[in-house]
Nanobody, 114 residues
Framework: VQLVESGGGLVQAGGSLRLSCAAS??????????MEWYRQAPGKQRELVAS???????NYADSVKGRFTISRDNAKNTVTLQMNSLKPEDTAVYYCACASSGYWGQGTRVTVSS
């Protein structure tokens, strides 16, 4: 299984970005698994940002609730993270993952300027 993220970049505080994760390979495994977005800021540990189950139930870190939305399209093997009202503290490398199965993307960098 390969996970490839896209959509990162530089944005001003208050702006929006949409991250996408495209899966290829044995995607059946992903279609029945919870998918996650993690992030790792410079000098900090990797943290879970959002997750979505096979059935579409979602969970968010307190720091992004109300601003970020995770979604998935099992038919297209994609997971998306819509990020609104971005803050400088959202600056990090964002990773798409199916952590329970040990699959991780290479990450996409998000930089939010103040």
């Amino acid at each position: 299984v390969q996970l490839v993220e896209s959509g990162g970049g530089l944005v001003q505080a208050g702006g929006s970005l949409r991250l996408s994760c495209a899966a290829s390979g044995r995607t059946f495994i992903l279609s029945i698994s919870t998918m996650e977005w993690y992030r790792q800021a410079p000098g900090k540990q990797r943290e879970l940002v959002a997750s979505i189950t096979r059935a579409g139930s979602t969970n968010y870190a307190d720091s992004v609730k109300g601003r970020f939305t995770i979604s998935r399209d099992n038919a297209k093997n994609t997971v998306t993270l819509q990020m609104n009202s971005l803050k400088p503290e959202d600056t990090a490398v964002y990773y798409c993952a199916c952590a329970s199965s040990g699959y991780w993307g290479q990450g996409t960098r998000v930089t939010v300027s103040s």
